[in-house]
């Protein structure tokens, strides 16, 4: 992701829909984990590492480019500048690895996974968001870098083949999937916009109500799958 794109997901990610509703998924999954130590990967400016930060977990912020390093240092983060396959960390020293949104930008997915498991304990958490759906592909997934989308079997693939088990994986964002579907047929480019505040509440009051409705393994834009390291 291009360090434009990056400053502009920072200045969007406290008050936009998308990005207020997948801190909360995060927070959702930390549920009933006892905090620990813990590596966001790919985590541009650093907005779920402070989610990680807030709750108790000894965090740092692992980024790749230059930019989201640099927002994520200025927003008081303890920051690694790294390549995800490349982890500057030692074998079996941490309890969670939170990916969201980044193994989709790898060509090497197997080996970043794999990076993944020599860093955690055994017994350790991976949290993993990817977009969902190759039939999705747009000039967003250009735009953003993405070299892939991910369907449920693929993204079982790519983590159990890396020793990993899935303890858990659902679609999100799947009640607005009609409108993204057709939105990227004419898009010319990313996403990431601001939104007027009226529609913003909408999308966010749509997105929320998934929360308490029975829609989790249908089709939607993004997986979010929680995974263990058993050893």
Not at 4 to 32: C, I, S
């Amino acid at each position: 992701m291009e360090g434009t794109e990056v400053r502009k997901l920072a200045a969007l990610e406290d008050t936009h829909w998308w990005y207020r509703e997948r801190r909360h998924l995060l927070a959702k999954a930390l549920d009933g984990l006892t905090p620990g130590v813990a590596l966001d990967v790919g985590a541009a400016g650093g907005g779920n590492t402070r989610v990680l930060r807030g709750l108790g977990w000894r965090s740092a912020a692992l980024e790749y480019g230059s930019e989201g390093a640099e927002v994520a240092h200025e927003r008081g983060l303890a920051t690694l500048r790294a390549d995800a396959t490349r982890l500057p960390v030692g074998d079996g020293c941490l309890d969670l690895v939170v990916a969201f949104d980044i193994l989709e930008h790898i060509p090497d997915d197997a080996r970043a996974v794999a990076e993944v498991r020599r860093v955690l304990r055994r017994g350790g958490t991976f949290l993993v968001a990817v977009p969902a759906d190759p039939r999705l592909w747009s000039a967003h997934d250009d735009a953003v870098d993405h070299v892939r989308r991910y369907t449920r079997e693929t993204l079982t693939e790519a983590l159990t083949s890396g020793g990993f088990q899935i303890a858990s994986m659902h679609s999100w964002n799947v009640l607005l999937r009609p409108v993204v579907a057709l939105r990227r047929r004419s898009s010319a480019g990313s996403d990431l916009a601001d939104v007027h505040p009226v529609v913003n509440a909408g999308l966010r009051a749509i997105i929320t109500a998934e929360r308490y409705l029975p829609v989790k393994q249908l089709p939607g834009v993004s997986l979010l799958v929680t995974a263990r390291f058993v050893g």
